[in-house]
C-alpha cells in the first residue's frame, strides 16, 4: 500500500500498481473535488444545495450515503463542467463515454487521459488472467461509438499485440423496438440481430482471430447458428461475456456448447469509469470493485441499510478518482452481497441481475 504520508495531490495519482491507502484517499478526494481552485465546475454549483459541507462533514466511505444521487443531471450536464479545475487551462482533452441508455436518456462521463491508463492496465491484468491469447486477433462484438467498452478493448488488443476486428453495433436502436413490443418490431430485432451475425461471420471466415468479446445474447445467438458455432469452436480460444447479465445455467450451457475456449465474464459500469475484478470462488462468480476508487453498497432499497451477506439487494455504486466523483448512485441491478477481500472497501457482488421497474419504466438489455 502507498504510505498515507504522501502529499495529498499524489495520493490522486494514477496510474499506480497498488491502491493508496483509503482514508487519507478519501479526504483526498473530497478536498479536490470540492475546493474552488481544483473542483470542478458541476460540484462546485452543487455544493450550495447539499446542506454539509463535504470537505469537514464527509468522514468515512459510510458518510458518501449522505449525497444526493446526482447521476440524472449527467444526462444534460455540459461535459466541460465535469472536468476539475485542478487539471490546469486547458485541461486535457477528456473522452466522453455515454451508459447504454437503458433506463432512459443516457448519461455522461468525462474520462481523462489519466484515467483512460489505469482502467487499460487493469484490463489488461483481467484480459490475461482470463485466458486471452495474446498475439491472436480479437473480435469485439460490443459497442464502439459512445461506449467506453469499444475504447478500451482496442486498446487492451493494442498492449497484448493482438489485431482488432470490430462489428457496427447499435444497442440503442435494438432497445427501443424491444420496449415497442410488437410484432413487427420482434421480427425487426431479430433481422437486426442477424445482420450483426453476419458481420462476425465474414471476419470468423476470413481473419486470424483467437479471442472473442460479446454480450451473453449475442453468444446466444452464435449458439443458435451452427456455422457460426463451428467457426468459434474451430478459431476462438477465449471468450469474454460482459454488457449484460447472464445466469449460472446459461453459463455451464455456453461451457458445453463451446468446450475448447476459456469463458470469462466482465461486471461493470459507465458509472464507476470501469470494471469490478473478477474472483471465482467454488462455482460462484464474485466481482470486487477496485477499492478505494470503487465503493459497492447493496442494500434494502426501501431502507437503504445493507442487506445480510448471501442475502440479494440492489447494488449502490460510488465512483471517487482525480477526474470524476459520484457518489451514492442506486443503480438498476440487483445482487447478493458478498465480503470482500481484506482491505476492500464496501461490498463484493454475485449474481447480478437487474431489475425489471427502474424510475417507473421498464429495465430493457436488449442486446447490450
Known amino acids: 500500500m502507498e504510505s498515507s504520508t504522501d502529499p495529498s495531490d499524489r495520493l490522486l ?5 497498488h491502491p493508496p491507502a483509503a482514508q487519507a484517499y478519501l479526504e483526498a478526494v473530497l478536498a479536490w473535488h470540492f475546493s474552488e481552485d481544483t473542483g470542478s465546475p458541476f460540484w462546485l454549483r452543487a455544493a450550495p444545495r447539499l446542506g454539509f459541507d463535504p470537505i469537514t462533514d464527509i468522514r468515512s466511505y459510510d458518510d458518501l450515503r449522505r449525497f444526493p444521487n446526482l447521476v440524472d443531471e449527467l444526462r444534460d450536464a455540459p461535459v466541460e463542467d465535469l472536468v476539475p479545475r485542478g487539471y490546469g487551462s486547458p485541461p486535457p482533452v477528456p473522452r466522453v463515454f455515454e451508459s ?10 468525462a474520462q ?4 483512460l491508463e489505469q482502467v487499460t492496465r487493469w484490463q489488461v491484468e483481467d484480459f490475461t488472467a482470463g485466458g486471452f491469447v495474446a498475439g491472436a486477433g ?4 460490443m459497442p464502439g461509438g459512445p461506449h467506453g467498452v469499444g475504447h478500451f478493448d482496442r486498446a487492451v488488443a493494442e498492449r497484448l ?3 482488432f476486428h470490430a462489428i457496427d453495433l447499435d444497442p440503442r436502436w435494438v432497445k ?3 420496449l415497442r413490443g410488437d410484432a413487427a418490431a420482434v421480427a425487426t430485432i431479430a433481422d437486426y440481430v442477424g445482420h450483426v451475425l453476419d458481420q462476425a461471420r465474414d471476419i470468423l471466415r476470413t481473419q486470424t482471430v483467437a479471442n472473442l468479446h460479446a454480450t451473453p445474447p449475442l453468444l446466444e445467438a452464435i449458439a443458435g447458428d451452427d456455422e457460426l458455432t463451428a467457426l468459434v469452436n474451430r478459431r476462438i480460444r477465449y471468450i469474454l461475456l460482459s454488457g449484460a447479465h447472464v445466469d449460472a445455467d446459461t453459463m455451464d450451457l455456453f461451457r458445453g456448447i463451446f468446450p475448447g475456449a476459456d469463458i470469462a465474464v466482465a461486471f461493470g459500469s459507465t458509472m464507476i469509469l470501469s470494471q469490478a475484478a473478477t474472483r471465482i470462488h467454488g462455482d460462484a462468480l464474485i466481482f470486487d ?45 440487483t445482487a447478493i452481497r458478498m465480503p470482500g477481500p481484506a482491505g476492500q472497501i464496501g461490498d463484493s457482488v454475485s449474481e447480478v441481475a437487474p431489475v425489471a421497474v427502474f424510475d417507473g419504466a421498464p429495465v430493457i438489455e436488449g442486446v447490450y
Open 112 to 115: 481523462l487521459p489519466d484515467w
Open 161 to 163: 499485440g493482438s489485431v
Open 100 to 109: 447504454g441508455g437503458t433506463t432512459g436518456a443516457a448519461k455522461r462521463t
Open 138 to 141: 480479437l473480435l469485439c462484438m
Open 13 to 17: 495519482d494514477v496510474p499506480r500498481t
Open 289 to 333: 470493485p477496485r477499492s478505494p476508487y470503487v465503493v459497492f453498497w447493496v442494500v434494502d432499497p426501501d431502507t437503504g441499510r445493507q442487506v445480510d451477506y448471501g442475502e440479494r439487494g440492489r447494488v449502490v455504486m460510488n465512483h471517487l478518482s482525480k477526474g470524476m466523483f459520484i457518489p451514492n448512485n442506486l443503480e438498476r441491478d
Open 176 to 178: 427501443k423496438l424491444a
